[in-house]
């Protein structure tokens, strides 16, 4: 096939057609009209016939044009050069920061347009819109950050990057985190870390869950990444990366003293720790001589040993902090938000106390250590940490920017608008849950069909979380260790949801140790 027909496939169907035209004609004998004649006389039946015909066409292309094309949803860009922004982040700093979205849904719908952090923004709240635009590719949206976010992660940030080199990193982050061989490692080094620091808490003492969660997960994070061991390295790490994220949502000044160009400066200190550990497996590898290496433990292992050849020593070293990012904090507020819910509700807790008594008595009966599968097959356990992704909202939502013109069930996101997909609006919305603001974890027991574009903590399409069963097996492990050997009672303390959700006082709680005497209070007692 020649580059013609490619370029005008319809000129080759015509030939074939006027063949057979021609000799349909030429083999008939009994045509008594010749061939202008023939036409003239059909010429008029064929118009009667074509026209409806083609006004038909004509009217059913009007109506595609109409509804591919789509209009901008109402709503409002609020005051010269700041917008709505005020009005979102008041709303935000509050304990309803989807109020906002809330009245102006009620004025324009679920998606709605405003104008947010110096862009034009349609809003979406409408579950279907939300997942249309996180299945896109980025021939339609990309990720969008505040500019201070964009100079600390630099332009090879897997956050950042699209096509190609974005799906093969993910890929093999992805595959590497949902390794059985990964998650053993987690689990060995979780339950050590966990019973090590827990061991640690006096009877009566207020202890911070929010640190102590956070501290746990940076360990067993670093070691995921790249293989460091708690110590003096370790520690370096954790200094350099909170001077790093104080940084995130600075001033985009790069001048010497300011804020953004300090946590740069950490930045690079960090990398060059990674990259003096990336040097020493290269080595290491050398002298591994299957020519295959070792197996994976961490992140960097997987990633030095791709063959495509794309990821250079500066490309992962850099990856390395900025995997930290969604990771650091989100994991700890999961745990910390489950055992403020949990204290809320004693019904839940003691539920969750039985099933993971049960699972203890049974594994130490057969002399065995707990594995990553008993804390995940925990049913309840896993609804708990449901309920609290649901409620929660640790990331409330995503900020997307449209490179061309998109229209989305009938709403036009126009070019180099940011499009804000609002994950709590669905996941408080009473017509999906009933009693949204209610921590009812047995509501995933009933929900057997939920949607996935209903239940998106973890974001979806191609970006959608690889994390997302690492965090659920580090949660699983913190619960199960704090009910087994814990009673304790919360201290009164407050979510904040802005500029990202947390307990404002880290959550204090009285913790007592519980004996070989202790009984469960009966289920009948917690239920009245
Ligand atoms: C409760 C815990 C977590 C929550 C709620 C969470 C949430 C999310 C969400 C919503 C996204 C999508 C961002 C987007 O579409 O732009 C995301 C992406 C990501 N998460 Fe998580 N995450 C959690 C834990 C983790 C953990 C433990 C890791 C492991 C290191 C991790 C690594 C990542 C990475 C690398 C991405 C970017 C993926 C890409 O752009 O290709 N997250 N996370």
């Known amino acids: 096939m020649g580059l013609c027909n490619l370029a005008n496939p319809f000129s080759s169907i015509a030939k074939h057609f006027s063949h057979i035209h021609t000799h349909t004609i030429s083999n008939s004998s009994h045509v008594p009209l010749s061939r202008p004649h023939m036409a003239l006389l059909l010429a008029p039946l064929f118009l009667l016939l074509l026209l409806p015909a083609a006004a038909m066409l004509a009217r059913a292309r009007m109506r595609r044009h109409r509804d591919r094309v789509g209009v901008v949803p109402s709503g409002s860009f609020g005051w010269p050069v700041v ?47 939300s997942r249309f635009v996180l299945q896109s590719d980025a021939r339609s949206f990309v990720p969008s950050y505040p500019k201070s976010l964009l100079e600390l992660m630099g332009s090879s940030s897997i956050l950042l990057i699209n096509g190609a080199l974005q799906r093969r990193i993910h890929g093999l982050i992805g595959a590497f985190f949902k390794s059985s061989q990964l998650k053993s490692q987690i689990t060995a080094d979780m339950q050590s870390y966990v019973r090590c620091s827990m061991s640690t808490w006096a009877d009566g003492q207020p202890i911070l869950i929010q640190n102590q969660a956070k501290h746990l997960v940076f360990q067993i994070l670093v070691k995921g990444l790249i293989g460091l061991e708690p110590g003096k390295e370790m520690l370096f790490l954790k200094q350099e990366f ?68 794309q990821l250079t020593d500066d490309l992962i ?28 509700s004693p019904l839940a807790l003691r539920q969750l106390e039985e099933e993971n008594m049960e699972l203890k008595e049974r594994k130490s009966q057969l002399e065995e250590e707990l594995e990553w599968n008993d804390y995940m097959s925990l ?15 640790i990331i409330g939502g995503i900020m997307r920017k449209a490179v061309r013109d998109v229209e989305v069930k009938g709403h036009l996101i126009p070019k180099g608008w940011c ?29 057997v069909d939920v949607s996935t574009c209903s239940f998106t903590p973890f974001g979806g399409g191609q970006r959608l ?64």
């Open 83 to 129: 917008g709505e922004t005020l009005e979102f982040v008041s709303a935000a700093y509050s304990p309803r920061p989807e109020s906002f979205m809330d009245r102006r849904r009620e004025r324009h719908g679920k998606v709605f347009k405003s104008h947010l952090f110096g862009s034009p923004t349609i809003v979406s709240t409408d579950a279907e819109v």
């Open 242 to 309: 909170q001077e790093f994220i104080a940084g995130l949502m600075s001033l985009p000044v790069k001048l010497p003293g300011t804020r953004l160009y300090k946590s740069l400066q950490a930045k690079k200190r960090m990398v060059m720790l990674v990259k003096k550990i990336i040097e020493e497996k290269r080595r290491r590898n050398r002298n591994w001589n299957d020519g295959i290496g070792p197996i994976p433990k961490d992140v960097i292992d997987v990633l030095i040993n791709d063959p495509s050849g």
């Open 317 to 344: 070293s850099d990856n390395m902090i900025d995997l930290m990012i969604p990771a650091e904090d989100s994991v700890p507020v999961l745990i910390t938000l489950a055992v403020k819910y949990l204290s809320d």
């Open 379 to 393: 049913s309840f356990t896993q609804d708990v940490i449901t309920e609290t992704l649901r409620l929660g909202n």
């Open 419 to 447: 499009v804000f997909t609002y994950f709590r609006s669905v996941h408080l919305d009473d017509s999906i849950y009933e009693e949204p603001m209610r921590f009812n974890p047995w509501r995933w027991k009933e929900m």
């Open 465 to 528: 979380c690889p994390g997302l069963d690492l965090a659920r097996l580090e949660a699983s492990i913190f619960l199960h260790h704090l009910v087994t050997s814990f009673t304790w009672v919360a201290e009164v303390d407050q979510v904040v949801n802005f500029p990202t959700v947390r307990m404002k006082g880290g959550l204090p709680v009285r913790v007592t140790k519980k004996t070989e005497a202790w009984e469960p209070i009966p289920f009948a007692r917690v239920q009245s």
